[in-house]
């Protein structure tokens, strides 16, 4: 109800982390960041904690509902949203609040984390390999926390689903 056509995509966003954020309490789940259910949406939900792709996942959910021109971003442990239109092209950091920022930043962060650039880590990421990115996550969590027959079970519905990933 807040949101209106005569909003320009900055304004809409502040709207949405104020909701979300703010009057929600939606937030990262720093005290415990390898606890699996940090990737669950279910857990996101009911506790409004989460990890980076968990977070991201319920923001492009919404934004999709919206028809705003949002998508999934994956960078290597990390996962970000574009805001991409005819206009303006800029990054939402959701683990941080909804903080956007440009290009710039983002190459600054991947030298800065000594990961050498790839053209997919400035460009939009299908859902499947944002379905994929999130299994996979969940699977290193569980191993984290020696959880090795869940570990099995993803990894098998991993090599199941007929898709490669590679990052």
Do not use: C, W
Request: hydrophobic content about 40%; aromatic content about 10%; cysteine-free.
């Amino acid at each position: 109800l807040e949101l209106n056509n005569q909003m320009d995509a900055g304004q809409k966003l502040k709207v949405i982390n104020h909701i979300l954020f703010k009057m929600e309490g939606y937030g990262p789940n720093g005290p415990r960041p390898n606890f699996p259910h940090n990737s669950h949406l279910n857990y996101l939900i009911d506790h409004q904690l989460g990890n980076a792709s968990s977070l991201s996942l319920l923001y492009l959910i919404l934004a999709t509902q919206l028809d705003l021109p949002i998508s999934g971003v994956i960078l290597p442990g990390y996962f970000i949203l574009i805001f991409k239109d005819e206009r303006e092209e800029f990054y939402i950091d959701v683990f941080n609040g909804g903080h956007a920022f440009n290009r710039a930043r983002l190459e600054s962060y991947l030298k800065q984390m000594n990961i050498p650039e790839k053209t997919s880590y400035f460009a939009p990421t299908s859902n499947i390999y944002i379905i994929l990115n999130l299994i996979r996550n969940i699977a290193s969590d569980y191993a984290a926390n020696e959880k090795s027959d869940k570990v099995a079970e993803l990894e098998e519905l991993l090599e199941d689903i007929d898709i490669r990933f590679e990052m």
